[in-house]
C-alpha cells in the first residue's frame, strides 16, 4: 500500500517563509508532485520532482529525498494569496495512479 | 485553449438514485483520471482511463464505474447512492502517456454532490 503523511494545519507570517514536509512510504516511486488548492477551486500544479535534489521556481522550490521518503515545499516571501491548501502527491507504480496526501492548509497572517 | 470542463457543477441525489458525472479533457489530451475529494480523506484516486482504457483503478467499490469515449470524453457512473458518496469529484486530464514535469494533470472545476 501507500502512505502519504504531511502536516494539517500551518500558520506563517506575511512576508515570512515557510516549509511544508511530506513523507511518504511506496513502492515503485517514479515521482512526486506538489498541487495547490484554494478554497473551493480545482488544485492547480506547482511542482514535479523525480530526482533527489531541489528543483525551483520562483517563489515556490521542493526537494526530494528518495532514500528517506521525503519531500518539502518551501514558499518564500509569503503573500495572502498564498493562503490554500497544499497537496503533496506521488506517481507510483504504472503510467498515472497518483496518491495524494490529505493536504496541509497554509494560513498566511498579516 | 480551453481548460478541463466537467458537468454539472453541482447535484443533489437522494439515497439509492445513480448518477452520471461528465468530463470533457483539455483538445489533444488522451489520459483522463476521476478523483474523490472528501474533507477527512483527501483526494482519493477512483480510476484513470487511456485511449479508452481504464489503466488504473483505485480503492472503491463496484458502484464506482467509468468510461471513456474516443474522443476522450470520460464519464464516471455511481449506483445506489449513500450518504458517504457526498463529495467533490475532479477530473484531470493530461497529454502523454507517462505524466511527466513538461506534461502533468491539468483539473477540472469539479462537481460537488450532495446526497440526501
Known amino acids: 500500500g501507500q502512505n502519504i503523511d504531511q502536516p494539517t494545519e500551518m500558520t506563517a507570517t506575511e512576508g515570512a517563509i515557510v516549509q511544508i514536509n511530506c513523507t511518504y512510504q511506496?513502492?515503485?516511486?517514479?515521482?512526486l508532485f506538489w498541487y495547490q488548492q484554494h478554497a473551493g477551486e480545482a488544485p492547480t500544479f506547482l511542482s514535479y520532482?523525480?530526482?533527489?535534489g531541489l528543483e525551483e521556481k520562483g517563489r515556490f522550490s521542493s526537494f526530494l529525498s528518495r532514500s528517506k521518503g521525503y519531500s518539502y515545499l518551501l514558499l518564500k516571501e509569503l503573500q495572502m494569496k498564498d493562503s490554500a491548501s497544499y497537496l503533496c502527491?506521488?506517481?507510483?507504480?504504472?503510467?498515472?495512479?497518483?496518491?495524494f496526501g490529505t493536504g496541509t492548509k497554509l494560513q498566511v497572517i498579516p | 485553449k480551453a481548460g478541463v470542463t466537467q458537468t454539472p457543477r453541482y447535484l443533489i441525489k437522494t439515497r439509492g438514485q445513480q448518477v452520471t458525472l461528465s468530463c470533457s479533457p483539455i483538445?489533444?489530451?488522451?489520459?483522463v483520471s476521476w478523483y474523490q475529494q472528501t474533507p477527512g480523506q483527501g483526494l482519493q484516486f477512483l480510476f484513470e482511463?487511456?485511449?479508452?482504457?481504464?489503466?488504473n483503478k483505485g480503492n472503491f467499490p463496484g458502484r464506482f464505474s467509468g468510461r471513456q469515449f474516443s474522443n476522450s470524453r470520460s464519464e464516471m457512473n455511481v449506483s445506489t447512492l449513500e450518504l458517504g458518496d457526498s463529495a467533490l469529484y475532479l477530473c484531470?486530464?493530461?497529454?502523454?502517456?507517462?505524466?511527466?514535469?513538461?506534461?502533468?494533470?491539468?483539473f477540472g472545476p469539479g462537481t460537488r454532490l450532495l446526497v440526501l
Open positions: 482511463y487511456f485511449s479508452e482504457t481504464q489503466r
Open positions: 511506496t513502492s515503485g516511486f517514479n515521482g
Open positions: 520532482n523525480v530526482l533527489d
Open positions: 484531470a486530464s493530461s497529454l502523454a502517456e507517462v505524466l511527466t514535469i513538461q506534461e502533468t494533470q491539468y
Open positions: 502527491a506521488v506517481l507510483s507504480g504504472g503510467y498515472q495512479k497518483v496518491t
Open positions: 483538445s489533444g489530451h488522451r489520459s
